[in-house]
Nanobody, 124 residues
Framework: QVQLVESGGGLVQAGGSLRLSCAASGRSFSNRGMGWFRQAPGKEREFVASIGTGGGTRYYGDSVNGRHTISRDNVKNTVNLQMNSLNPEDTAVYYC?????????????????WGQGTQVTVSS
């Protein structure tokens, strides 16, 4: 069992930055790939970024375009998403997720545990 709690969301102006954090409980954190997804009102959930168990493998969604960086700390059981150059299209609820196994996943069905989400709002 893994429980995930996101933090760091909020309101930011276009061009600004936010750092999202996800705190995980449970002994299997270091054995799971981790990811971030987002969902805007009226839209499907969208892949943002994922990271492998050791942090060496990282994937990003097409919408990221080199602006964000995902990282993890297996001692502190946290995964972070540094988001830069934010624009209003980034407005969404952002979710942290733990994969079903030790792989770097990009599709939501590959994830077993989900956090409650944190709201990110970017004003123009």
């Amino acid at each position: 069992q893994v429980q995930l709690v996101e933090s760091g969301g909020g309101l930011v102006q276009a061009g600004g930055s936010l750092r999202l954090s996800c705190a995980a409980s449970g002994r299997s954190f270091s054995n799971r790939g981790m990811g971030w997804f987002r969902q805007a009102p009226g839209k499907e959930r969208e892949f943002v970024a994922s990271i492998g168990t050791g942090g060496g493998t990282r994937y990003y969604g097409d919408s990221v375009n080199g602006r964000h960086t995902i990282s993890r700390d297996n001692v502190k059981n946290t995964v972070n998403l540094q988001m830069n150059s934010l624009n209003p299209e980034d407005t969404a609820v952002y979710y942290c997720a733990a994969a079903r196994g030790p792989y770097t996943a990009t599709r939501d069905w590959e994830y077993e545990y989900w956090g409650q989400g944190t709201q990110v709002t970017v004003s123009s």
